[in-house]
């Protein structure tokens, strides 16, 4: 097993240069070059693994929302916004809580067996899900599970431990290519499948996929501890759980990027899992309800939520060669734009059916799918070595609250008034994240100030505008 200190990385007087020098590379989509330490085996292996993500998980969402409209529950329309929202809420309050604590043992116990007891954990939870007997309490328990498990696998910053710093950005598109790539097979499956098999095949055979993903990763991922604690601070080797917790918020407020990161994650308002089910919701207010208006719509809603997948696709292959070379701000800008303008137009046209709808939801996912890779970039490449999990931790842990803000009191809003709501709280949300986005980008040298004496090794923001 390597040891700690090869992780830690410590020797600061290595320059870049000589680091990249020494540090082994890949062809993959262009050169890539790897942290010390790792092999092409290990990058490989967390390629698998965000591929097994988007294939396995990212659909059950969609599954969930049809699981519930489905005879087994019988949720009525004008009520399954409401339940909707009332089972998400208890799982986003699990990561909310377990989120810094996921990021802690990241840190603390490693990544690889974190990482396979979580994706053994969450294929337990999705195999089980059509198999609750009722949806209080039992289906509330099971999201909860697959919200506390789901943190362990996706909050591991094995962009940050890989990769080498100046291939970050490249590294971030790829690996939310094949993430994404995995999405969209499992959509197109999904969409295929519905009407021929029972929902317990699907949910089977997504659990399925998710322990061969564990059995990859133990065979394939880093082992070992991935940091060194400092042994000239008597204080660190007695630190709490809670200190370890706040420090990732901490570091927010010395490294500029990283609380941008934070904003980010928090302004997003929601993740693409999410978004589509609350397509399912909104397309099938405009079809009848008997079984064959619900799979018509069911297929429609999937057919909505792969233009989103594939447009962020297509962003994610976009940014994958221009993360590094451009200013942050010129992505990040126009991708709050592309959120803005896609939900307004959705409300505009009022039609699943339309290719006016079509356009909106692409235009969603060329702003999702640019916020997203930039948020995950920026943390993977401004985050302290050896307080990576703890920063993922945190903005785990900020998503939460944006996502509670906008798709759960979206979803109340959805039966209180009108079933446009949460396309409503992403426009707003994606108007206050761009307002502040286009604040920090006037005011930034003040956060040159601020980089420039912040005891933590980052690279000021004046840098990063081109």
């Known amino acids: 097993m390597e040891s700690a200190a090869q992780y830690n990385g410590s020797d600061m007087s290595i320059t870049s240069a000589s680091i990249r020098m020494q540090s082994p590379e890949l062809v993959l989509f262009g050169k890539v070059g790897l942290s010390e330490g790792t092999t092409p085996l290990n990058f490989y292996g967390k390629l698998v693994l965000a591929f097994g993500i988007g294939l396995c998980f990212f659909v059950q969402d969609s599954l969930f929302i049809i699981l519930l409209t489905s005879p087994k529950h019988g949720v009525l329309e004008e009520n399954v916004g409401k339940t909707v929202a009332n089972i998400n809420i208890f799982d986003l309050i699990v990561r909310l809580a377990s989120g810094p604590i996921t990021g802690v043992i990241l840190d603390r116990f490693g990544r690889r067996p974190v990482v396979v007891i979580g994706c053994i954990l969450l294929a337990a939870g999705i195999a089980t899900m059509p198999y609750m007997p009722s949806i209080y309490p039992h289906l509330v328990l099971n999201r909860a599970l697959i919200g506390l498990t789901s943190g362990l696998v996706i909050q591991a910053p094995l962009i940050a431990d890989y990769t080498h710093n100046d291939y970050k950005g490249r590294v971030a598109g790829i690996t939310s290519l094949f993430m994404l790539g995995g999405s969209v097979i499992g959509g197109i499956f999904l969409q295929r499948m519905l009407k021929h098999v029972p929902l317990e095949f699907l949910y089977s055979f997504y659990a399925s996929g998710l322990v061969i993903i564990s059995a990859i990763c133990a065979a394939t991922l880093r082992g070992g501890i991935y940091h060194v604690q400092n042994e000239k601070s008597p204080r660190t080797n007695s630190r709490s759980m809670i200190e370890d917790i ?221």
Not at 246 to 258: R, S, Y
Not at 289 to 318: F, G, H, P, W
């Open 246 to 466: 706040m420090t990732g918020f901490k570091i927010a407020k010395k490294v500029p990027w990283i609380l941008i990161t934070f904003v980010v994650g928090f302004l997003s308002g929601g993740e693409i899992p999410l978004i589509a089910g609350l397509f399912i919701l909104w397309v099938q207010t405009f079809y009848g309800k008997d079984k064959t208006s619900r799979d018509e719509a069911n297929s429609r809603a999937t057919l909505l939520n792969l233009c989103i997948k594939t447009s962020v696709l297509i962003m994610t292959v976009t940014l994958s060669a221009l993360a590094d070379k451009i200013s942050k701000f010129i992505l990040l800008i126009p991708g709050f734009i592309f959120v803005f303008l896609g939900f307004l137009g959705v409300i505009l046209v009022q039609s699943p059916q339309s290719w006016l709808t079509v356009i909106s939801v692409v235009t969603i996912g060329l702003g999702f799918g640019t916020i997203m890779i930039m948020s995950g970039y920026l943390s993977a490449r401004y985050s302290p070595k050896e307080h990576r999990g703890k920063v993922m931790g945190a903005h785990s842990t900020l998503r939460v609250l944006g996502t509670i803000m906008s798709t759960v009191v979206g979803g109340y809003m959805f039966d209180m008034f009108t079933k446009d709501a949460p396309y409503i709280m992403f426009i707003t949300f994606s108007a206050i994240g761009l307002l502040i986005i286009l604040r920090l980008f006037f005011t930034r040298g003040e956060w040159e100030a601020r980089s420039e004496t912040s005891g933590i090794e980052a690279q000021p923001i004046h840098q990063e505008i081109g």
